[in-house]
């Protein structure tokens, strides 16, 4: 007799869909010659005082668990590099947890702070994993949508609009994945007085932080009035190019930071001793590796963004992370069938934008954490696939 799975399954994960980046990149994967622009990783080899600062601990033994909230010395370091980068003060000792990534950080985050049936705003076009934890933590996610009319940036009116009785939190990710999309303080003091006018928390994804170009990043919790009501979400896989690492960490009033903690606890326990000594090194000697990856990134975007508009797939500029989010309208296609196609016929995959939500449709991501050389056969692809498209179109 066939077992009936479906009667044991939880109805809120069956509705949860898989990652739609995910599918691009393993059909990519089982291809040969395919550039790939998908998924979002760094093409740097994590900095090797780093690496040695890892291998380091292994061989003097440090194996075992650490505190839950992660080693003190490296919440410490964490502390201080939000205080002088970000002029934001956060105490080490009760304020801070190291995750397993930002993706745990997100996950504690909204479990710790939604009741069934309660309403998270999410500005849209998004990261795809946002909303499936809101629904995981048995919350309802609403979308905000966005549109290249102002560089994909929320408005207040925006956010004042989709607002209603239900609604905790808002999450904001700045810079934008997959947009670029970089908030100024200006945009975040006028977000801000929406927040706090209908009592809300703010969940701040501030991942790419350390890869802006233009402009200097404003960390939301930095906004007078948001600290007490901030949960400030950072990592080190995108500015210091430690995406297998898995270190993230949560920053957030000690009230908040208690709870998440009790989740943590019986969930991870704690990220891994060695890889923690690694992340100390990161932020006390790595810093001139990280401006030099950024300066790498901003000349690839200057290029990327340029050549995109040259072959008539509109783009705005991004003003961080290493994505550009260009329209695809003119070719006649839907993004999924752009992305598809592309692949098939010119071997370069992208990431349909209807999977970061229904403002995404017509557009494409593409990453541009690749190198240049890569980036110029790709960007000759795409030209000759998009003139294939028009033509068929007269």
């Known amino acids: 007799m066939k077992t009936d799975y479906a009667?044991?399954?939880?109805k809120t994960a069956q509705e949860v869909q898989p990652s739609g980046i995910r599918k691009f990149f393993d059909l990519a994967a089982s291809m040969?010659?395919?550039?790939s622009l998908g998924v979002g990783e760094p093409d740097f080899i994590t900095p090797w005082n780093i690496r040695e600062a890892a291998i380091l601990s292994l061989e003097q033994g440090f194996t075992s668990y650490t505190a839950n909230p992660g080693l003190l010395e490296l919440r410490q370091e964490i502390s201080n590099y939000l205080e002088s980068?970000?002029?934001?003060?956060?105490?080490?000792?009760?304020?801070?947890?190291?995750?397993?990534?930002?993706?745990?950080?997100?996950?504690?985050?909204?479990r710790s702070i939604l009741n069934p049936g309660d309403e998270v705003l999410i500005v849209e076009?998004?990261?795809?994993?946002?909303?499936?934890?809101?629904?995981?933590?048995?919350?309802?996610?609403?979308?905000?949508?966005?549109?290249?009319?102002?560089?994909?940036?929320?408005?207040?009116?925006?956010?004042?609009?989709?607002?209603?009785?239900?609604?905790?939190?808002?999450?904001l990710c700045s810079p934008n994945n997959p947009t670029g999309t970089m908030l100024t303080k200006e945009d975040l003091v006028e977000i801000a007085k929406v927040i706090q006018k209908h009592d809300l928390l703010a969940v701040s994804d501030e991942i790419y932080?350390?890869?802006?170009?233009?402009?200097?990043?404003?960390?939301?919790?930095?906004?007078?009035?948001?600290?007490?009501?901030?949960?400030?979400?950072?990592?080190?896989s995108k500015g210091f190019a430690m995406t297998g690492w898995r270190l993230g960490y949560?920053?957030?009033?000690?009230?908040?930071?208690?709870?998440?903690?009790?989740?943590?606890?019986?969930?991870?326990?704690?990220?891994?001793?060695?890889?923690?000594?690694?992340?100390?090194?990161?932020?006390?000697?790595?810093?001139?590796?990280?401006?030099t990856m950024r300066r790498s990134y901003r000349r690839r975007r200057n290029y990327v963004v340029q050549t995109l508009n040259q072959i008539g797939l509109d783009c705005h500029t991004p003003g961080g992370a290493f994505y550009v989010f260009p329209s695809i309208r003119s070719t006649g296609l839907s993004s999924e069938q752009f992305a598809e196609e592309l692949l098939i016929q010119e071997k370069v995959a992208v990431v349909p934008g209807n999977v970061f939500g229904e403002s995404g449709e017509g557009y494409v991501r593409c990453s541009?954490?690749?190198?240049?050389?890569q980036l110029q056969e790709a960007l000759k692809r795409m030209q000759r696939f998009v003139e294939s498209k028009k033509l068929a179109l007269r």
Not at 145 to 170: D, L, M, R, Y
Not at 368 to 373: G, P, V
């Open 7 to 10: 009667h044991y399954i939880s």
């Open 32 to 35: 040969e010659g395919v550039i």
């Open 85 to 110: 980068r970000f002029s934001v003060q956060y105490d080490a000792k009760n304020q801070i947890i190291v995750t397993i990534g930002a993706s745990q950080a997100i996950d504690i985050a909204f």
């Open 125 to 171: 076009p998004a990261f795809v994993a946002y909303a499936p934890l809101v629904s995981l933590a048995g919350g309802k996610p609403i979308p905000v949508s966005t549109s290249p009319v102002n560089g994909f940036k929320v408005t207040p009116e925006q956010i004042e609009n989709a607002i209603t009785e239900k609604t905790k939190a808002i999450l």
């Open 209 to 236: 932080a350390e890869l802006t170009y233009d402009g200097t990043f404003t960390s939301l919790a930095a906004i007078e009035g948001m600290y007490q009501r901030t949960i400030l979400l950072n990592g080190f």
């Open 250 to 291: 949560v920053a957030a009033p000690k009230e908040l930071i208690e709870v998440m903690l009790k989740i943590h606890q019986y969930t991870i326990m704690c990220a891994p001793h060695m890889m923690q000594h690694g992340a100390i090194e990161a932020l006390r000697n790595s810093y001139h590796d990280v401006e």
């Open 368 to 373: 541009y954490a690749t190198s240049m050389e």
